[in-house]
């Protein structure tokens, strides 16, 4: 039973244009999440994190929304480059993070083309 | 500060032996997490140490365990390997708890065959 859920396990973007990547949870006790990227053969990244009591959190390019009644997060890169062709990893825990472990989606693969 | 580093990189080993792979923490990080990756099943966890002590445990079989000493290093150890274990085991650090935002390392790919 998949607790956090990236339906799409790939999305190809334009060079410069917007990529949107998503995430949809279903355990009402998360209330951290976060976004890794992962090129081959080496461990993921820290991105962008998010707490509940927000609904938006930006860096740089980097932008996570949290739609909590909907129990979706996404992440927008604007603009895309090339560099950021990897495969990105939503994440969730519950409380706060005070407990528990990260829960990992499957992960999207994103292709930026120039 | 350096990063979370892994030993060995890459690992072929046969069906039936063990293997330990070892981790350093960031340091001044005490919680160590161990996951593994497949292909198409993302990041399961499998375990996460605090001040030696296993605090939790993913679903995986008991040959998958693991250990930490009192410098936070850790290592993890697979006894009586499968063909299914073939995978890339990637480590990582947070300060405190498995539940906040960790950093991991780069992985050691193990090839059982």
């Known amino acids: 039973d998949q607790q956090v859920k990236q339906n799409s396990p790939s999305l190809s973007v334009q060079e410069g244009r917007i990529s949107i990547l998503n995430c949809d949870y279903t355990n009402s006790m998360f209330d951290y999440f976060l976004w890794y990227k992962k090129y081959p053969a080496e461990g993921p990244t820290f991105l962008i994190s998010i707490s509940s009591i927000k609904d938006k959190n930006e860096d740089g390019r980097f932008t996570v929304f949290l739609n909590k009644s909907a129990k979706h997060l996404s992440l927008h890169i604007v603009p895309s480059q090339p560099g950021d062709s990897a495969v990105y990893f939503c994440a969730a825990s519950p409380n706060g993070g005070s407990q528990g472990n990260l829960i990992f989606g499957k992960g999207t693969k994103l292709s930026v083309k120039p | 500060k350096a990063g979370v580093t892994q030993t060995p990189r890459y690992l072929i080993k046969t069906r039936g032996q063990q293997v330990t792979l070892s981790c350093s923490p960031i340091s001044g990080h005490r919680s160590v997490s161990w996951y593994q990756q497949t292909p198409g099943q993302g990041l399961q966890f499998l375990f996460e140490?605090?001040?030696?002590?296993?605090?939790n445990k993913g679903n995986f079989p008991g040959r998958f365990s693991g250990r930490q000493f009192s410098n936070s290093r850790s290592e993890m150890n697979v006894s009586t390997l499968e063909l299914g274990d073939s995978a890339l085991y990637l480590c990582?650090?947070?300060?405190?708890?498995?539940?906040?935002?960790?950093?991991f390392g780069p992985g050691t790919r193990l090839l059982v065959l």
């Open positions: 140490y605090f001040s030696e002590t296993q605090r």
């Open positions: 990582a650090s947070s300060l405190f708890r498995a539940a906040e935002t960790q950093y």
